[in-house]
């Protein structure tokens, strides 16, 4: 009986689509395997202890930003915003999170801090084309992958 169970289960995991098996999926987050990356331009800056990657639109103004504080191993991502947000929502080809944000107002941007480590990152810089995040109540700011944020999450774990 137990080996007639695991065949019928290990069948149904054969037969299910290989995104449902190897995608894991945050609630609230729409596919944007489809969605056409913003026009605009990444640029990389060396800063006081880390880096910063910035997406620029048309106009030059960020939009994005994922940067490294070298001391403490962590890289942030925020996006320029009016007012608090929970959540920051993040897409790529190959994971989808939501990650606790924080609004700083001084920037005017809500943000979520990653460590050097988490897995996150690496999809993100391995996205198929695009990348997306979003802030609860806006739309997703969908933008091109380049070798900038790459470089970001590599200066911080040097």
Same mark, same amino acid.
């Given at each position: 009986?137990?080996?007639?169970?695991? !065949?019928? #289960? &290990?069948?149904?995991?054969?037969?299910?689509?290989?995104?449902?098996?190897?995608?894991?999926?945050? *609630?609230?987050?729409?596919?944007?395997? #489809?969605?056409?990356?913003?026009?605009?331009?990444?640029?990389?800056?060396?800063?006081?202890?880390?880096?910063?990657?910035?997406?620029?639109?048309?106009?030059?103004?960020?939009? &994005?930003?994922?940067? !490294?504080?070298?001391?403490? @191993?962590? &890289?942030?991502? =925020?996006?320029?915003?009016? =007012?608090?947000? *929970?959540?920051?929502? %993040?897409?790529?080809?190959?994971?989808?999170?939501?990650?606790?944000?924080?609004?700083? *107002?001084?920037?005017?941007?809500?943000?979520?801090?990653?460590?050097?480590?988490?897995?996150?990152?690496?999809?993100?810089?391995?996205?198929? =084309?695009?990348?997306? %995040?979003?802030?609860? =109540?806006?739309?997703?700011?969908?933008?091109?992958?380049?070798?900038?944020?790459? @470089?970001?999450?590599?200066?911080?774990?040097?």
């Amino acid at each position: 009986m137990i080996r007639i169970a695991a !065949c019928c #289960a &290990l069948a149904g995991a054969i037969a299910a689509p290989l995104s449902a098996q190897t995608s894991p999926l945050a *609630p609230g987050i729409a596919d944007m395997s #489809a969605a056409v990356p913003m026009s605009g331009r990444w640029t990389y800056w060396t800063v006081a202890g880390g880096g910063e990657a910035r997406f620029l639109d048309s106009a030059s103004r960020p939009q &994005l930003v994922i940067a !490294c504080t070298r001391a403490t @191993r962590q &890289l942030t991502i =925020g996006r320029p915003a009016a =007012g608090a947000a *929970p959540f920051l929502q %993040v897409w790529s080809s190959s994971e989808r999170r939501n990650l606790p944000a924080s609004f700083i *107002p001084a920037a005017g941007e809500v943000r979520a801090t990653l460590q050097f480590s988490d897995r996150l990152l690496d999809a993100l810089a391995q996205s198929r =084309g695009r990348i997306a %995040v979003g802030i609860s =109540g806006q739309p997703m700011l969908v933008a091109p992958v380049w070798g900038e944020i790459g @470089r970001v999450i590599e200066e911080c774990r040097l």
